[in-house]
């Protein structure tokens, strides 16, 4: 959840540094610091707050120079949020500086170890105790003393060192947290994400778990733990500077939010083929499974409550879904009858990588839907399908969202046909309303154009429910996420039947309250749930149908969605709510692309 990187080459280490780490800050805001190596040893700086309060602070000293350096930008896990437990960490002596992204599990019997050695801890943190181990146990060689290290370190990190005696090399490490090395010519660097570096190479190494690797300007060597040199991964980036950057949009979210339209386009076209659905990211038996079992976090959990059911109406194939931090420790039945979809934007969500694995252990193999190429929860898995969406630089995950549920829209379309629970003419039919998704989310935008406006009205509440019934309560639960991440306003989902089983309780005069009401099969039931909070006073906002004129009679303002197929709604359900809490939060002058206490990918449990 902490964004870190590193550079070594000709030039000055720092203005790369720091130009990263704005790139990065997304990853984490609560403080952030650089070390360089130059003339007279390890040098840093570390601040609490932003990174432009690093950038300030570096432009107020002059001895930050060298060649080679890290740097950290920090979500607190560990320690509050202060300089001293900010990143990067120093030994004791001085010798060694390390960033680190992760957790480390066995941090406090280290600590004691080297306490009753003798050693004196600055931080409260679990890193601290990495730079003081390889102090510990340094022997004149760097390279042996990392994978001693290593080898105590129990739990999940991305690493990157440096030391004093060796400033002509920097040192990163991989287990269960992201980390790539970029590929330059005569200079070479490291960090979590390849949006620190694109501006700089489009060239990197996806390292593994388990692997270290030494890094020169010339030469970039890979190791697994047990020091053997292996044939690194090189990949090309495919997307270019502007795809990270804000090209004028106020907000990284923005931007994004406006890009959907795109980038369902780029998720959906190459996958139809022939007038039918084609995935030849894989080659597996649907036939075979007898349940599908949905885990994912946060976000990627609720495009999955819409695929669950999608697909359970297509494909008639029981399904369930469990959030990824409680099946990791659920005692669940299934075998190799059982496929388990997990959904990840990052694909290295710590609670999602650990339920897969446990999944797999069970005999149940792993479809993953992720966006990132090379991430974790794609190697891990038995077959992959990206969601092709691009970086994703907001907190708050939009275009990442509706593309997985685009993603699973075709895979019920095309599991179905290959199950023959639809018609030739059926499965025609439902692939040209897919097609249509894109030009229609354009409209979901068009239509909402003041929506503004609208957000403006109900900015200064301080509690508020969404409702709905069947695909249209799944999208409640996204919508309420959108709101309260950003903006911090209290906001609840809840089915709109259960409503009267408690928690109508809590509506009172003025109340806001926004019911989904696009799916038009159950709309009857909705608006009696409606009048019911009504005659409570509450204030109804509703969602629906652009073509749906009786809604205007029972709600205080509507929000209108283009009318698309039933199965298909939740993508243009969604934009609209992702605009509204966007201008709810910055009317409420929040820090939309960055809210507190939270952080892109979630690395640690």
Known sequence: ?????????????????????????????????????????????????????????????????????????????????????????????????????????????????????????????????????????????????????????????????????????????????????????????????????????????DLNDGELAVITPEKVSVLNM???????????????????????YEHFMLKEIMEQPAVLKATIEPRIKNGRISFEEFDFDIKKFDRILFTACGSAYHAGCVGMNIIEKLCRIPTEGEVASELRYADKVMDEKTLVIVISQSG??????????????????????VNVVGSTIAKLADWVIYTWAGPEIAVATTKGYTTQVAVLDMFAVWAAEQLGRISDEEAIRLTNEIRNIPEMAQRALYLNSNIDKLAEKYAGVNSLFFIGRNLDYSICLEGSLKLKEISYIHSEAYAAGELKHGTIALIEPGRLVVALCCHEALLDKTISNMQQVKARGADLLAVALENNRKIYTEADNVIPVPAVDPLFVPIVEIIPLQLFAYYVAKKNGCDIDKPKNLAKSVTVE
């Open 1 to 205: 959840m902490c964004g870190i990187i590193g550079y070594i080459g000709n030039r000055e280490a720092t203005p790369i540094l720091l130009d990263g780490l704005q790139k990065l800050e997304y990853r984490g805001y609560d403080s952030a610091g650089v070390a360089v190596v130059g003339k007279e040893g390890i040098k840093l700086e570390k601040v609490t707050g932003k990174v432009q309060c690093l950038v300030d602070r570096v432009k107020s000293v002059s001895n930050l120079t060298g060649k080679s350096g890290i740097g950290h930008t920090r979500w607190a896990t560990h320690g509050v949020p202060n300089e001293i437990n900010a990143h990067p960490h120093m030994s004791d002596k001085g010798r060694f500086a390390v960033v680190h992204n992760g957790i480390i599990e066995n941090f406090a019997e280290i600590r004691q170890e080297l306490e009753q050695a003798g050693i004196k801890f600055l931080s409260e943190t679990d890193t601290e105790v990495i730079a003081q181990l390889l102090d510990y146990y340094y022997d004149g060689d760097v390279r042996n003393t990392l994978l001693r290290t290593l080898s105590r370190l129990e739990g999940s990190y991305a690493l990157g060192v440096i030391c004093s005696e060796d400033p002509e090399t920097v040192y990163v490490a991989k287990e269960a947290s992201p980390l790539i090395i970029g590929l330059g010519s005569g200079e070479n660097y490291f960090a979590s994400d390849i949006t620190a570096l694109i501006r700089y190479t489009k060239t990197v190494i």
């Open 226 to 248: 047990q020091g053997r040199e292996l044939e690194p991964q090189i990949r090309r980036i495919t997307w270019d500077v502007s795809s990270a950057e804000k090209s004028g």
């Open 348 to 369: 290295e969500t710590a609670d999602t990588i650990a339920a897969m694995k446990e999944c797999k252990a069970r005999g149940a193999s792993v479809l993953a839907i």
